[in-house]
C-alpha cells in the first residue's frame, strides 16, 4: 500500500497535517464552488473521482492538493486542502477568489503535477519545474474559473487584497523554494497592469537586498522602480538610505569614533553591515552628499515623508561636516516625532528607531536629562511592543534597541557628578560589553569607559575573556558577482532584463529540459554561468578566468577577502570561520554533492585529490 500522502503542491503553502472534511461556515461555500468548478473539468478515469475537499480548522492562509491511495477502491484518489484562516478571510465578496484557488489546485490535479511518483530531482531542478507548474496551474486555473462561470475582474480584485505585505515576498525570496513570487504571478494574470507588478517585485527585492545590506544590488532595483514611475518617493528613501549605509562602510574605527558621542541604530545597518576596518578607501563624502539629495529628493515629492525626515536626521547626526551637523540632525528628527504617532504606513520597528536616534541627538546637543530619558523609554516601548505583536522582520533585532539603551543611558549616567550614577553606568557598561561582540567599535567605546570607572571607584574589572562574547563568524549573504563594473550579476534579477543588458558579451543559451522553461546561460570568456527561468536563481562558477566571490563579514570584519575557483579548501575555511553548512546537497544533478554554507547563500564542490575548490555556486536555498 501506498503512504497516504504522496506529494503535496501548495498554492501558497505546502502542508500536510490532520484534516476534516466539510465546511462549517456562513457565507461561502467551498463544496458547492467544487461542485460547479467540476462541471468544466473532464474526469480522470484512472483515479478515484472526484477529488475531496477538506478543511483544515487553521487560522494560516494556505491551500494545497495531495494524492493518497484509497485501498477499498484500488484507486488514488486527491485531496484539495484549504484552511479555515483562508475561506474565513476571503468568503463572501471574494468568493470568487476562493473559486480561483480551488480551480488552481484542480490545475495542478488535471495537469499531472500531483501523482503517486516521488519527484526524484535535484535541489535547483526541482524548485525550478514546479515554480513553472505553478505558472501553469495559474493559467489554466484561470480558465477553470472563468468557465464555470467565475468573473476575471472580481478574481484578480481578490488576489490583490491577497498579497498584502504579510504575503508578499521578494523574489529573492522565493527563490528557495517552489513557488514564484506573487508580484510576478499577477504580472502574467493581470496583464493590463504588467509594469506595477514588475516595478512591486523590483521594490520587494530591493528590501529584501538592504535587509542583507547588499546596496550596490539595492539601489539597481530601486533605479528600475524609478525608471518606470518617477514619483515613486519610497524608492528615492531607500536610494538614500542604500548610500548613507555604503558611506558608513567607507569609515575606519577612528573616523567611527569621531562622528557621535553616542551609540545611533539604523533599521539594517548595525546588526549586517558593520564593515569598519577597511582602511583603504577612506571616506567617502560623496556618497553621504548623494544620500541626503535622495532623502530631500522624496522629500520634494512628499513633504510628510516621516521616514525620509527621520533618515536625513540620521544622515546630519553622522555627517562628515561636524559643524551645525547636530543642530540640523535634531530639526530632522523633531519634525520627524510630529508626524511619527500618526504615520500609519510604519510601524513599531521604525518608530523604534526613530525615539532612539533622536534621543541621542538631542543627548549631544544638551537637551536636559529627563528629556532624553523620554526618547529612550519611548523607544524601548515600542520595542518591547513590536516584539510581543511580531514574530519576524528581515530586517530588525530588538537586541539592538536594547543594546543602545544601555550604552546611551550608560554615557548619560557617566556624565552626571553622582557617584551612585556613575557606578549604574559602569554595570551597564559592563552588561553592554557582554551583549555584543567584541569586534564592534561600541564595544571597544564601552571597554575604555567601564575600565575608566573601575579605576575611579576601586572596581576590579572583569576579565576580558568573561566580557567578549564569541563572534560566531557570519557573513553578509553573497548575492551575485561582477563581470566588471558596469555589468554586476544578482540572483533574481529578471532574465529579459539580464540579458539586455549584457547583449554585447559572448552568450550561449541551452535547455536544460526539453520542453520547460529552464535556460542555462552560459557567458563565453567569463568563466560564469546561470541557471534561469524567469529569474535568475543560481550564479555558477567553474573556470579559473571566473570571477571571485567577495565573502563581506558583519560586525566589522573586512571586505576583501574572496572565494575563487581553485582555491586551497583550507583557506577557504579560514574566511568563513565558523559558518553553518550542509553536506551532500544536490543541486543540478542528483549524483554530484556540495557542501552548501546557508548564511553564505554559497555552495562549493570541493576536489577531493587536489582538495581545492572546483566550483562555487550562488544560490537561496531553504534553510532546512
Same mark, same amino acid.
Given at each position: 500500500?501506498?503512504?497516504?500522502?504522496?506529494?503535496?503542491?501548495? @498554492?501558497?503553502?505546502?502542508?500536510?497535517?490532520?484534516?476534516?472534511?466539510?465546511?462549517?461556515?456562513?457565507?461561502?461555500?467551498?463544496?458547492?464552488?467544487?461542485?460547479?468548478?467540476?462541471?468544466?473539468?473532464?474526469?480522470?478515469?484512472?483515479?478515484? &473521482?472526484?477529488?475531496?475537499?477538506?478543511?483544515?480548522?487553521?487560522?494560516?492562509?494556505?491551500?494545497?492538493?495531495?494524492? $493518497?491511495?484509497?485501498?477499498?477502491?484500488?484507486?488514488?484518489?486527491?485531496?484539495?486542502?484549504?484552511?479555515?484562516?483562508?475561506?474565513?478571510?476571503?468568503?463572501?465578496?471574494?468568493?470568487?477568489?476562493i473559486s480561483f484557488i480551488i480551480a488552481h489546485e484542480l490545475a495542478h490535479i488535471v495537469k499531472s503535477h500531483v501523482s503517486e511518483e516521488t519527484n526524484k530531482e535535484a535541489e535547483l531542478t526541482k524548485n525550478a519545474l514546479t515554480r513553472e507548474e505553478e505558472y501553469e496551474a495559474d493559467f489554466a486555473g484561470m480558465l477553470i474559473a472563468l468557465d464555470a462561470g467565475f468573473e476575471f475582474k472580481k478574481i484578480i480584485r481578490g488576489l490583490k487584497k491577497l498579497t498584502t505585505d504579510e504575503l508578499i515576498n521578494s523574489p529573492f525570496d522565493c527563490l528557495?523554494?517552489?513557488?514564484?513570487?506573487?508580484?510576478?504571478?499577477?504580472?502574467?494574470?493581470?496583464?493590463?497592469?504588467?509594469?506595477?507588478?514588475?516595478?512591486?517585485?523590483?521594490? +520587494?527585492?530591493?528590501?529584501?537586498?538592504?535587509?542583507?545590506?547588499?546596496?550596490?544590488?539595492?539601489? $539597481?532595483?530601486?533605479?528600475?522602480?524609478?525608471?518606470?514611475?518617477?514619483?515613486?518617493? #519610497?524608492?528615492?528613501?531607500?536610494?538614500?538610505?542604500?548610500?548613507?549605509?555604503?558611506?558608513?562602510?567607507?569609515?575606519?574605527?577612528?573616523?567611527?569614533? #569621531?562622528?557621535?558621542?553616542?551609540? !545611533?541604530?539604523?533599521?539594517?545597518?548595525?546588526?549586517?553591515?558593520?564593515?569598519?576596518?577597511?582602511?583603504?578607501?577612506? =571616506?567617502?563624502?560623496?556618497? &553621504?552628499?548623494?544620500?541626503?539629495?535622495?532623502?530631500?529628493? *522624496?522629500?520634494?515629492?512628499?513633504?510628510?515623508?516621516?521616514?525620509?525626515?527621520?533618515?536625513?536626521?540620521?544622515?546630519?547626526?553622522?555627517?562628515?561636516?561636524?559643524?551645525?551637523?547636530?543642530?540640523? *540632525?535634531? +530639526?530632522? !528628527?523633531?519634525? *520627524?516625532?510630529?508626524?511619527?504617532?500618526?504615520?500609519?504606513?510604519?510601524?513599531?520597528?521604525?518608530?523604534?528607531?526613530?525615539? /532612539?536616534?533622536?534621543?541621542?541627538?538631542? /543627548?549631544?546637543?544638551?537637551?536636559?536629562?529627563?528629556?532624553?530619558?523620554?526618547?529612550?523609554?519611548?523607544?524601548?516601548?515600542?520595542?518591547?511592543? !513590536?516584539?510581543?505583536? $511580531?514574530?519576524?522582520?528581515?530586517? @530588525?533585532?530588538?537586541?539592538?534597541?536594547?543594546?543602545?539603551?544601555?550604552?546611551?543611558? *550608560? /554615557?548619560?549616567?557617566?556624565?552626571?557628578?553622582?557617584?551612585?550614577?556613575?557606578?549604574?553606568?559602569? +554595570?551597564?557598561?559592563?552588561?553592554?560589553?557582554?551583549?555584543?561582540? $567584541?569586534?564592534?567599535? &561600541? &564595544?571597544?567605546?564601552?571597554?575604555?569607559?567601564?575600565?575608566?570607572?573601575?579605576?575611579?571607584?576601586?572596581?576590579?574589572?572583569?576579565?576580558?575573556?568573561?566580557? +567578549?562574547?564569541?563572534?560566531?563568524?557570519?557573513?553578509?549573504?553573497?548575492?551575485?558577482? #561582477?563581470?566588471?563594473?558596469?555589468?554586476?550579476?544578482?540572483?533574481?534579477?529578471?532574465?529579459?532584463?539580464?540579458?539586455?543588458?549584457?547583449?554585447?558579451?559572448?552568450? #550561449?543559451?541551452?535547455?536544460?529540459?526539453?520542453?520547460?522553461?529552464?535556460?542555462?546561460?552560459?557567458?563565453?570568456?567569463?568563466?560564469?554561468?546561470?541557471?534561469?527561468?524567469?529569474?535568475?536563481?543560481?550564479?555558477?562558477?567553474?573556470?579559473?578566468?571566473?570571477?571571485?566571490?567577495?565573502?563581506?563579514?558583519?560586525?566589522?570584519?573586512?571586505?576583501?577577502?574572496?572565494?575563487? =575557483?581553485?582555491?586551497?579548501?583550507?583557506?577557504?575555511?579560514?574566511?568563513?570561520?565558523?559558518?553553518?553548512?550542509?553536506?551532500?546537497?544536490?543541486?543540478?544533478? =542528483?549524483?554530484?554533492?556540495?557542501?552548501?554554507?546557508?548564511?553564505?547563500?554559497?555552495?562549493?564542490?570541493?576536489?577531493?585529490?587536489?582538495?581545492?575548490?572546483?566550483?562555487?555556486?550562488?544560490?537561496?536555498?531553504?534553510?532546512?
Amino acid at each position: 500500500m501506498k503512504n497516504a500522502i504522496i506529494r503535496i503542491l501548495g @498554492f501558497l503553502i505546502v502542508i500536510a497535517c490532520s484534516v476534516q472534511q466539510g465546511y462549517s461556515g456562513q457565507s461561502t461555500n467551498p463544496d458547492n464552488i467544487l461542485n460547479k468548478l467540476l462541471l468544466s473539468i473532464t474526469p480522470l478515469k484512472e483515479y478515484h &473521482w472526484p477529488p475531496v475537499l477538506m478543511i483544515k480548522p487553521d487560522t494560516t492562509i494556505e491551500a494545497g492538493s495531495n494524492i $493518497y491511495y484509497q485501498s477499498n477502491k484500488d484507486k488514488f484518489g486527491f485531496r484539495i486542502t484549504l484552511t479555515q484562516g483562508l475561506i474565513t478571510k476571503f468568503s463572501g465578496e471574494d468568493e470568487h477568489l476562493i473559486s480561483f484557488i480551488i480551480a488552481h489546485e484542480l490545475a495542478h490535479i488535471v495537469k499531472s503535477h500531483v501523482s503517486e511518483e516521488t519527484n526524484k530531482e535535484a535541489e535547483l531542478t526541482k524548485n525550478a519545474l514546479t515554480r513553472e507548474e505553478e505558472y501553469e496551474a495559474d493559467f489554466a486555473g484561470m480558465l477553470i474559473a472563468l468557465d464555470a462561470g467565475f468573473e476575471f475582474k472580481k478574481i484578480i480584485r481578490g488576489l490583490k487584497k491577497l498579497t498584502t505585505d504579510e504575503l508578499i515576498n521578494s523574489p529573492f525570496d522565493c527563490l528557495n523554494g517552489e513557488h514564484p513570487v506573487w508580484s510576478d504571478r499577477l504580472s502574467r494574470l493581470d496583464s493590463s497592469h504588467k509594469k506595477i507588478w514588475e516595478s512591486i517585485s523590483s521594490f +520587494k527585492n530591493g528590501t529584501t537586498f538592504l535587509s542583507l545590506n547588499q546596496y550596490d544590488p539595492a539601489t $539597481y532595483c530601486f533605479n528600475y522602480v524609478l525608471e518606470q514611475f518617477p514619483d515613486c518617493y #519610497e524608492a528615492n528613501v531607500n536610494i538614500g538610505y542604500a548610500k548613507l549605509m555604503k558611506y558608513l562602510e567607507t569609515l575606519d574605527e577612528g573616523d567611527f569614533q #569621531e562622528l557621535t558621542g553616542g551609540y !545611533f541604530v539604523t533599521g539594517n545597518y548595525y546588526r549586517n553591515s558593520v564593515s569598519l576596518k577597511n582602511k583603504i578607501r577612506g =571616506i567617502d563624502n560623496d556618497l &553621504w552628499w548623494d544620500a541626503v539629495g535622495e532623502f530631500q529628493l *522624496a522629500l520634494r515629492i512628499k513633504p510628510d515623508l516621516t521616514l525620509a525626515k527621520a533618515n536625513l536626521g540620521l544622515a546630519y547626526l553622522i555627517s562628515p561636516i561636524r559643524r551645525g551637523s547636530i543642530g540640523k *540632525a535634531a +530639526k530632522y !528628527f523633531s519634525e *520627524a516625532l510630529e508626524l511619527v504617532e500618526t504615520d500609519s504606513s510604519i510601524g513599531p520597528a521604525e518608530i523604534a528607531l526613530i525615539y /532612539m536616534n533622536a534621543g541621542l541627538t538631542n /543627548m549631544l546637543s544638551d537637551v536636559p536629562q529627563d528629556s532624553v530619558y523620554v526618547n529612550f523609554n519611548k523607544s524601548e516601548d515600542y520595542s518591547r511592543q !513590536f516584539a510581543e505583536s $511580531y514574530t519576524f522582520i528581515n530586517n @530588525f533585532n530588538t537586541n539592538e534597541i536594547n543594546n543602545a539603551i544601555k550604552f546611551n543611558k *550608560a /554615557m548619560l549616567l557617566m556624565r552626571s557628578d553622582n557617584p551612585e550614577k556613575n557606578k549604574e553606568a559602569l +554595570k551597564l557598561f559592563e552588561d553592554f560589553q557582554k551583549s555584543i561582540s $567584541y569586534k564592534s567599535p &561600541w &564595544w571597544q567605546r564601552a571597554n575604555d569607559n567601564y575600565l575608566s570607572l573601575c579605576s575611579k571607584y576601586n572596581f576590579k574589572p572583569e576579565g576580558e575573556r568573561k566580557l +567578549k562574547i564569541k563572534s560566531n563568524g557570519n557573513n553578509k549573504k553573497v548575492v551575485g558577482v #561582477e563581470i566588471n563594473a558596469e555589468k554586476p550579476i544578482s540572483l533574481s534579477d529578471k532574465k529579459s532584463l539580464f540579458l539586455s543588458k549584457v547583449n554585447s558579451l559572448d552568450i #550561449e543559451e541551452k535547455t536544460v529540459i526539453p520542453g520547460k522553461n529552464l535556460k542555462r546561460i552560459i557567458l563565453n570568456n567569463s568563466g560564469i554561468e546561470l541557471l534561469a527561468s524567469e529569474y535568475i536563481f543560481a550564479i555558477i562558477l567553474n573556470k579559473q578566468i571566473s570571477p571571485k566571490v567577495v565573502i563581506q563579514k558583519k560586525n566589522g570584519g573586512t571586505r576583501n577577502n574572496k572565494a575563487y =575557483i581553485g582555491m586551497p579548501y583550507v583557506e577557504f575555511e579560514k574566511i568563513v570561520d565558523n559558518s553553518d553548512y550542509k553536506d551532500r546537497v544536490s543541486l543540478l544533478n =542528483i549524483n554530484e554533492n556540495y557542501r552548501y554554507y546557508v548564511d553564505l547563500g554559497l555552495a562549493v564542490k570541493i576536489n577531493n585529490k587536489t582538495k581545492t575548490i572546483d566550483e562555487l555556486v550562488i544560490v537561496n536555498l531553504a534553510n532546512d
